[in-house]
């Protein structure tokens, strides 16, 4: 079974969890915890045994129905579950027709059996769709991601295939774990900007974008899986027409940086960015700098930077190798500063 932490994700905060788990703890005090860009959804997957409600937000398709399967509030019947998954594994591609999900993707980033399964099970989703309470519909999508991802023909996102001959079959639909956390847990798909000016908490984690690669294109099959609307797709990557396009990936991200950070209603700020400003890769250079996040976050209260060596997520090639990821930590309303 799939817990949250099995997929590969750009910026996932899943190794450095151990320290911002400490910082956290140590620095801060609340019964709320806000995870603004949450991603993956690790660091609030980790964080709910130390608050009491946790709020988490990201404006990709996918990540929501990922967030609503594990931690969501709707009830669910195992044996259902159980019984798609059966259904699901004991299918065979040769018996099943071409679909949109095999025409545009197999042989590219599955191999054509596997591509005709996936197209099938999200369809057999849909049709049954009526039959699901909504928290069974998003396990068994959530399942279906979880179990593309991991045997995608790629580096890890999807913003090009591996050219490699033939793509082996791998794929076999599993589940993941949904966890049972009552009402603990409020999830949003906004924009994260538009979403700080309606939520009140203790603490706030901002993990925004940190350069121009845009998630909503390097998820893209993820979020064509979700959202099922079969549309044409262009380009040798077969993506759609963007959606979700994030003001952080581009020039103004120290003004927008800047609003959210004025717009956030809470008592500690965590951000969480890397130092990969002068990276060689244009792509990979920081879109705000450590400066500007610092006088920034100054201008909101007493603001602590932590910093720790890690090698960041970049599909192969060693573009930079003095890699840092930075925490700062800020007391809302506390005056004066310490490095
Ligand atoms: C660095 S990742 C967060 C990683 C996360 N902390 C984790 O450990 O998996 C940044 C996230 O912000 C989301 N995002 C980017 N711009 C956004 C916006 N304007 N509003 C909401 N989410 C946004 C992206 O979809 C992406 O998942």
């Known amino acids: ?10 910026g996932s905060k899943y190794k450095l969890l151990d320290w911002i788990e400490e ?15 949450a991603g993956t959804g ?16 990201d404006f990709l398709y996918s990540n929501e129905i990922i967030y609503n399967a594990f931690f969501g509030t709707g009830q669910y019947n195992p044996d259902t579950i159980k019984q798609h998954e059966q259904k699901y594994q004991s299918l065979h591609a040769k018996k099943l027709n071409k679909n949109y999900f095999s025409e545009n993707f197999g042989a590219k980033y599955f191999s054509e059996y596997d591509a005709k399964i996936i197209g099938y099970i999200r369809e057999d989703i849909k049709r049954n769709k009526k039959l699901l309470s909504d928290r069974e519909y998003f396990i068994l999508l959530a399942s279906l991601l979880y179990s593309m991802d991991k045997v995608a023909n790629t580096v890890g996102h999807y913003d090009a295939y591996r050219k490699i001959d033939s793509i082996n079959d791998r794929f076999k639909y599993e589940l ?34 940190y350069n121009s ?11 064509n899986v979700t959202l099922w609307k079969k549309p044409k797709l262009e380009g040798t990557a077969l993506k759609p027409k963007a959606e979700n396009m994030s003001d952080y990936c581009r020039k103004n991200a120290p003004e927008v940086f800047g609003d959210l950070i004025d717009n956030l209603d809470v008592k500690y700020i965590i951000v969480t960015y890397n130092n990969t400003f002068n990276s060689k890769s244009s792509s990979s ?11 920034i976050l100054s201008s909101k209260g007493e603001t602590m930077v932590y910093e720790k060596k890690h090698q960041c997520f970049n599909a192969g090639k060693t573009e930079f190798d003095d ?17």
Not at 1 to 10: A, C, G, K, L
Not at 323 to 339: A, Q, S
């Open 1 to 10: 079974m799939f817990s949250i932490s099995n997929r590969r994700y750009t």
């Open 23 to 37: 910082l956290i703890t140590e620095n801060c005090e609340g019964e709320t915890f806000f995870d603004v860009f």
């Open 42 to 57: 690790v660091v609030s997957d980790r964080m709910k045994k130390h608050f009491s409600h946790i709020i988490m937000n």
């Open 176 to 209: 993941i774990k949904p966890e049972n956390c009552g009402e603990k847990f409020e999830i949003y798909r906004e924009d994260s900007n538009t979403l700080a000016r309606k939520i009140h908490a203790d603490i706030a984690f901002v993990d925004p974008p």
């Open 213 to 223: 690669r845009q998630y909503s294109r390097f998820y893209h099959v993820l979020e």
């Open 285 to 295: 250079q920081n879109k705000i700098t450590l400066e500007e996040i610092k006088n």
């Open 323 to 339: 890699h840092k990821e930075l925490v700062f930590i800020t007391k809302v309303g506390v005056k004066g500063g310490k490095e």
